[in-house]
């Protein structure tokens, strides 16, 4: 086990979260999973208690733990993208399994997990600051899905 590892609540799905993370996003797998030695409250001696998997690099844990929290805005994976084609691919993976669409880039997955689906053109702007970082952010704050193309026009003026 990692020194730092994210733990993540799941009602009882964990294992198919960690499944999806893992067919959607490089540098991510599935590792062990873990069963209940006895019955615990939201699960029975043999269910899936825990999965250990890995989300672009991040080492996490799923744990199944009921239905007691729920996932906020709070905690968000953000997922750097270098073309359209990236970010039309993740942000359509997670909105069309299931999840929901937000604004500026974010996204909920089914479970209720949040995420940022984030061109490296738009940080690199906000980067810049001035007036390079104020176009790019006026125009990320009219977008659902972020359009690498209008960010780049938003930066050229």
Not at 19 to 31: E, I, R
Not at 43 to 66: A, M, Q, S
Request: aromatic share 10%; net charge negative.
């Amino acid at each position: 086990m990692d020194k730092n590892t994210i733990c993540l609540w799941y009602n009882n799905d964990a294992e198919e979260a960690a499944n999806f993370y893992a067919k959607t996003f490089p540098d991510s797998s599935v590792g062990k999973v873990f069963l209940a030695p006895s019955d615990y409250p939201g699960g029975k001696e043999g269910d899936v208690l825990t999965i250990e998997f890995t989300v672009c690099g991040v080492p996490c844990i799923g744990l199944n733990g009921g239905d007691t929290f729920k996932h906020s805005e709070a905690f968000s994976f953000q997922i750097a993208t270098d073309s359209q084609e990236e970010t039309d691919r993740y942000w359509n993976a997670i909105v069309n399994n299931g999840g929901t669409a937000s604004v500026c880039g974010w996204c909920k997955d089914k479970w209720g997990l949040s995420w940022q689906i984030t061109p490296r053109v738009l940080t690199d702007a906000n980067a810049k600051g001035g007036d390079i970082a104020k176009r790019a952010f006026e125009a990320m704050l009219e977008m659902d899905k972020i359009d690498i193309a209008k960010i780049e026009a938003a930066i050229r003026g």
